[in-house]
Nanobody, 119 residues
Framework: QLQLVESGGGLVQPEGSLRVSCAAS????????MGWYRQAPGKQRELVAT???????NYADSVKGRFTISRDNAKNTVYLQMNSLKPEDAAVYYC?????????????WGQGTQVTVSS
């Protein structure tokens, strides 16, 4: 069964760094586009970054130059390195795995990990 488990969230000071991880199981990880999304209180969930099966990346404008998404197919894990964190980056960060093959789409979410940015 497909499962995503995030880890690494926590409290960090403004301008600090944090790396969150997402371990996948029950899937052929390398077949999936992986993504990080976030949701702050009272706001809609928004895209942070995605990485394709070929390693192509895409970032929200608000995090470009500060965040880096990467994947380790041997470890079935996707990472999000967050630098120069701002209070507005505080949110629950969710991992997503997505694959489309023909007319079928597989889409899975993790349970989320809280990132708090505060002094």
């Amino acid at each position: 069964q497909l499962q995503l488990v995030e880890s690494g969230g926590g409290l960090v000071q403004p301008e600090g760094s944090l790396r969150v991880s997402c371990a996948a199981s029950g899937i052929i990880f390398s077949w999936y586009t992986m993504g990080w999304y976030r949701q702050a209180p009272g706001k809609q969930r928004e895209l942070v970054a995605t990485i394709t099966t070929g390693g192509g990346t895409n970032y929200a404008d608000s995090v470009k130059g500060r965040f880096t998404i990467s994947r380790d197919n041997a470890k079935n894990t996707v990472y999000l390195q967050m630098n120069s964190l701002k209070p507005e980056d505080a949110a629950v960060y969710y991992c997503n795995a997505q694959r489309t093959y023909g007319l079928r789409t597989w889409d899975c979410w993790g349970q989320g990990t809280q990132v708090t940015v505060s002094s």
